[in-house]
T-cell receptor, first 113, second 114 residues
């Protein structure tokens, strides 16, 4: 079945550092790809998405590019802030049937001032 | 505010007790989902519904039942709670036909079974 693998955390960075969180996927079709963010004590919020190969999703300074050839959707940000501290989930959704989301295990990010 | 509302937010159960978690959405979404979140395992799908009156099993359905009698509500039931069901439960909804919009999630229910 479909699956998503994220880099293991936790990740700790200093403010203004460059961030990369790796995400690779396995899917039989042509999924849509998502990054969700979960702040402490809250539910998941959609951060960005891409629906086809070479699409770049972006939001709040975060970016991720749908790479079909490497089956990857790595999350990047050029300069992180303390407020970016959260858990980040990579996910895919096939375009068939109930269009269920399949999540990676999550990466906890902590940004120190 | 529009969105997905889960009740209760916290609950402690004794082994063998039963309870129902309620999820309500006011966005007229067709599809609704129940996930559980456990440390290091991401979110795993328990059950889902593609419309009023329909339900289907997800990845980890054992020990849970669901009902979708009204389009806006999706109930998750535990008939006989077990410690292995200690988790954070998230409900989500989506339009379904346009998957690219992603899901809207509730804020979660933290359940502890002792």
């Amino acid at each position: 079945g479909d699956s998503v693998t994220q880099m293991e955390g936790p990740v700790t960075l200093s403010e203004e550092a460059f961030l990369t969180i790796n995400c690779t996927y396995t899917a039989t079709g042509y999924p849509s790809l998502f990054w969700y963010v979960q702040y402490p004590g809250e539910g998941l919020q959609l951060l960005l998405k891409a629906t086809k190969a070479d699409d770049k999703g972006s939001n709040k300074g975060f970016e991720a590019t749908y790479r079909k050839e490497t089956t990857s959707f790595h999350l990047e940000k050029g300069s992180v802030q303390v407020s970016d501290s959260a858990v980040y989930f990579c996910a895919l959704s096939d375009r068939q049937g109930a269009q269920k989301l399949v999540f990676g295990q999550g990466t906890r990010l902590t940004i120190n001032p | 505010n529009a969105g997905v509302t889960q009740t209760p937010k916290f609950r402690v159960l004794k082994t063998g007790q039963s309870m129902t978690l309620l999820c309500a959405q006011d966005m007229n979404h067709e599809y609704m989902y129940w996930y559980r979140q456990d440390p290091g395992m991401g979110l795993r799908l328990i059950h889902y519904s593609v419309g009023e009156g329909t339900t289907a099993k997800g990845e980890v359905p054992d020990g849970y039942n669901v009902s979708r009698l009204k389009k806006q509500n999706f109930l998750l039931g535990l008939e006989s709670a077990a410690p292995s069901q200690t988790s954070v439960y998230f409900c989500a909804s989506s339009w379904g036909r346009e998957v690219t919009t992603g899901y809207t999630f509730g804020s979660g229910t933290r359940l502890t079974v002792v």
